[in-house]
């Protein structure tokens, strides 16, 4: 038989697992569980509006779509999430002119253009700068990529 202490412990463990996933700074049980319930909301609200972005991304008529956008802010900034099914050499300039625009520093990034175009960033605000939210950061970076887009439609 497995003792009170041995489930309790490992109750506590779990718990401690729990509130670590979560990035929960609680202490009873009471106050990780309510944190765990509200990161799983957040994370079911970003699962529906990238959902939402890949569904709008798929029903466009255009034949060369936008590349889906999605930022979400995180503690030392953005994170900024670019995809297209296709390269698109140039537009990584666009965006990081935009970081500039918005005073965002690049703090770490990745980027793929083998055979689709993909970058994975994240953006910290300078200090003393005015606070942005991720709609903001968001609707430059979605700006920069159409500029893009449309210069390189009268290049061709």
């Given at each position: 038989?497995?003792?009170?202490?041995?489930?309790?412990?490992?109750?506590?463990?779990?718990?401690?697992?729990?509130?670590?996933?979560t990035?929960?700074?609680?202490?009873?049980?009471?106050?990780?569980?309510?944190?765990?319930?509200?990161?799983i909301?957040?994370?079911?609200?970003?699962?529906?509006?990238?959902?939402?972005?890949?569904?709008?991304?798929?029903?466009?008529?255009?034949?060369?779509?936008?590349?889906?956008?999605?930022?979400?802010?995180?503690?030392?900034?953005?994170?900024?999430?670019?995809?297209?099914?296709?390269?698109?050499?140039?537009?990584?300039?666009?965006?990081?002119?935009?970081?500039?625009?918005?005073?965002?520093?690049?703090?770490?990034?990745?980027?793929?253009?083998?055979?689709?175009?993909?970058?994975?960033a994240?953006?910290?605000?300078?200090?003393?700068?005015?606070?942005?939210?991720?709609?903001?950061?968001?609707?430059?970076?979605?700006?920069?990529?159409?500029?893009?887009n449309?210069?390189?439609?009268?290049?061709?």
């Amino acid at each position: 038989m497995i003792s009170r202490e041995h489930k309790r412990a490992a109750l506590y463990e779990k718990l401690q697992q729990l509130r670590s996933v979560t990035n929960s700074d609680a202490l009873n049980k009471t106050s990780i569980i309510v944190d765990a319930s509200k990161y799983i909301e957040e994370l079911k609200q970003k699962v529906e509006r990238l959902n939402q972005d890949i569904s709008t991304a798929q029903n466009s008529s255009d034949p060369n779509p936008l590349p889906v956008v999605t930022v979400e802010t995180v503690e030392n900034g953005f994170l900024i999430n670019v995809f297209s099914e296709k390269n698109c050499p140039g537009m990584l300039v666009s965006i990081l002119e935009a970081f500039e625009e918005l005073g965002l520093n690049v703090l770490e990034a990745r980027v793929s253009c083998t055979d689709n175009f993909h970058l994975e960033a994240v953006g910290g605000e300078n200090e003393g700068q005015v606070s942005i939210d991720a709609q903001v950061v968001k609707q430059t970076v979605l700006q920069a990529i159409k500029n893009w887009n449309e210069s390189s439609e009268h290049e061709q």
